[in-house]
């Protein structure tokens, strides 16, 4: 059974930056593209970066790009997310998820929150 796990969350100063990890188990981690996604209180959940299983491709949401980088390391079956210049509005639970056609995998999300 396949499982993500994330960590690193946690509460920053605006400015201030964190690293967001999902570890994988139980399925082919290089097989699968991965993403995060956000949700804030009372928000629908949003996707808000994509890396192909290869880490060919990368999408970013428009709130964040330039300021979130994501990453993957298939030999450690980690993706991860960078996020630096942080501001409020970042202030969500974060979860990553993995997906290979109808195949996906959600983690259990972390909370991330950004205030002064």
């Known amino acids: 059974q396949g499982k993500l796990v994330e960590s690193g969350g946690g509460s920053v100063q605006p400015g201030g930056s964190l690293r967001l990890s999902c570890v994988a188990s139980?399925?082919?981690?290089?097989?699968?593209?991965m993403r995060w996604y956000r949700q804030a209180p009372g928000k629908e959940r949003v996707r808000i970066a994509t890396i192909s299983s290869a880490s060919i491709i990368y999408n970013y949401e428009d709130s964040v790009t330039g300021r979130f980088t994501i990453s993957r390391d298939n030999a450690k079956n980690t993706a991860y997310l960078q996020m630096n210049s942080l501001k409020p509005e970042d202030t969500a639970v974060y979860y990553c998820?993995?997906?290979?056609?109808?195949?996906?995998?959600w983690g259990q999300g972390t909370q991330v929150t950004v205030s002064s």
């Open positions: 998820q993995a997906r290979r056609g109808p195949s996906e995998y």
């Open positions: 139980g399925f082919s981690f290089s097989h699968y593209d």
